[in-house]
């Protein structure tokens, strides 16, 4: 964990910022869910199968009421909690959410991925059709540029958890004989869950994986529903214009995902990295004890793509500077700086001033290192003539004005 300080804060607000005026245009409301939830939240919708069950990567407790509780170790499944809780689907046919918080897991502390990073992501929930997946998509698309991001969009079908039942005993039947090639964490997910081996960065795996049987290819046999509802939204993306490539590999590390699973990749933090992820979840509100709701959504690690935006060179954005810095000089100029300061900032003026009584030389050297575009000082003679010298401090040029002229002139 870290701390995100004051000369980095900047460029996290513009990200924040930016992810919200997106979701605004789309139509999408902002939530806010707790710290913590029931472990059975996630317990239940990750799937004891998932990578955050399996390697215990969740922070979990138990309280004073002898219950266990769990810090957001994800963005869906408290959002999805909420939904069933306030009864969205009473309200509307189609609930539009985001949100942006903090995820907490314990895990191998990586690039981008600290154990207790963030996230901006959306639910659409209520909405089955293709249609729906493009929105989610379009967004997506959206705000990495508009972060200057560049990235392609990977694409699969999980087919639904029916389907892709008979889909992991065939690839089981395949990887089994293959078992003493594989990583050690692929010989466990064998057992647990062989579709996140498609996930392993190993090269032995990949070896392996060369000739395995494809899930699109089974779905187009035995899942005609799921087939149906990929291709017609791969029609409406190339009706977009909106390029995509088919990824055979791409699974997602929750057991709930159903049907359309995409990733954004990006290759600026040298090997190919995902900024973005997520997918469709048609069965997981009813986990969560509500009716039967088609749901789909992403998640994105800020992290990354602050990291990605360094490497791609994108503008950062810098912490405003000051416009003014009062100097005072004397105790008479100091008592009235508040009320100066307060006129300025009431105009909506970005101003300071000393606090400790420095010489006038080291209040000027702090008005350089805040970067303010003017230097107002005030002292005994200034006071007499309810005045105040103004100083351009790029140009050096300094004039004494009447101090409600000044105020205005800077607002």
Known sequence: MYDVLPDQVAEWRFIEETFRAICARYNYGEIRTPLFERTEVFARTAGEASDVMVTKQMYSFVALDEKSYTLRAEGTAPVVRSFVEHSFHKQAPVTKLFYICPV????RVQAGRTRQHHQCGIELLGASAPEADAEVLCLARDFLQALGVESTLHLNSLGTSESRAGYIQKLKEFLEPHREELSDDSKQRLD??????????????????????????YLEAEDAESTEH?????????????????????????DYYSRTAFEFVSDQLGAQSTVLGGGRYDGLVEKLGGPSTPGIG???????????????????????SLTAFLVTLGDEAREAAPKILRQLRDGGVMCDCDFVGRSMRAQMREANRQNARFALILGESELAQNSIAVKNMESGEQEVLPLADAIAKLI
Do not use: M, W
């Open 230 to 254: 990929f291709q017609r939204l791969l029609k409406i993306l190339d009706a977009l214009e909106i390029a995509y490539e088919i990824d055979h590999n791409l699974v997602r590390g929750f």
């Open 298 to 320: 992403f998640g994105c690690g800020i992290e990354r793509l602050l990291l990605v935006r360094e490497a791609s060179e994108v503008a950062a954005q810098s912490t405003p």
């Open 104 to 107: 907490f897991r314990y895990e």
């Open 192 to 217: 647990l869950n062989p579709l996140r081996i498609f996930d392993s960065k190993d090269e032995r795996d990949k070896g392996v994986l060369q000739n395995a049987p494809r899930l699109l290819e």
